[in-house]
């Protein structure tokens, strides 16, 4: 399938420049400028308009140019590729909601930990009124498996959690 031009998005508001201009005239410049496109493009898109040359620069007038860019803005390449980029939008967007409301899983966790209880913390991971402990660990890989059972349980249980540390009278 061959490439949609991003240009076509643009023609509502080229064509809105285009109507603004104090000049009857429109040249490669102004188009390129008007559609966000490049010098060759321009070209190919201004070439059949052309009604005067002025050194090497075409001129068209204005108002063909708006009615060639209207013809284009309803034809179906422009509706169709108008679709394709909603409905793109619409999944992305879909998806930031999915990565939003689903987090990320950092550290891939053994079944156990997933399913960690509160009262079945590893040694070593102490709740208490206002405490929270870790100790007991020899190696970095031993603290953070700790720490990630606590995470767990704390995901498995949050009202449990902040039972078991809360301090009463407040």
């Given at each position: ?6 240009w ?10 285009l109507e ?13 400028w ?6 060759r493009r321009?070209q ?9 040359t ?6 068209a007038d ?12 309803a034809?179906?390449?422009?509706f ?5 980029r ?9 998806l ?5 409301e ?6 891939e966790a ?6 960690q209880?509160l009262?079945h ?5 102490h709740?208490a009124?206002g405490?929270?402990v ?5 190696t970095?890989?031993?603290?953070k498996?700790k720490?990630?059972?606590l ?6 249980d ?13």
């Amino acid at each position: 399938m061959p490439a949609k031009p991003i240009w076509y998005t643009r023609l509502d508001a080229a064509i809105e420049q285009l109507e603004a201009l104090p000049s009857p005239w429109v040249d490669r410049s102004a188009l390129e400028w008007t559609l966000g496109v490049g010098r060759r493009r321009a070209q190919q898109i201004l070439e059949p308009l052309v009604r005067q040359t002025i050194g090497k620069n075409g001129l068209a007038d204005r108002e063909e140019v708006i009615h060639h860019l209207r013809r284009l803005a309803a034809g179906e390449a422009a509706f169709f590729e108008k679709q394709r980029r909603e409905r793109l939008h619409q999944i992305l967007d879909q998806l930031h909601r999915e990565a939003k409301e689903q987090p990320r899983v950092l550290v891939e966790a053994p079944t156990a930990v997933v399913n960690q209880e509160l009262d079945h913390l590893p040694s070593g991971v102490h709740l208490a009124p206002g405490r929270i402990v870790i100790d007991s660990f020899t190696t970095p890989e031993e603290a953070k498996q700790k720490m990630l059972a606590l995470i767990m349980a704390m995901a498995n249980d949050p009202d449990g959690f902040d039972a078991r540390i809360t301090v009463s009278g407040r």
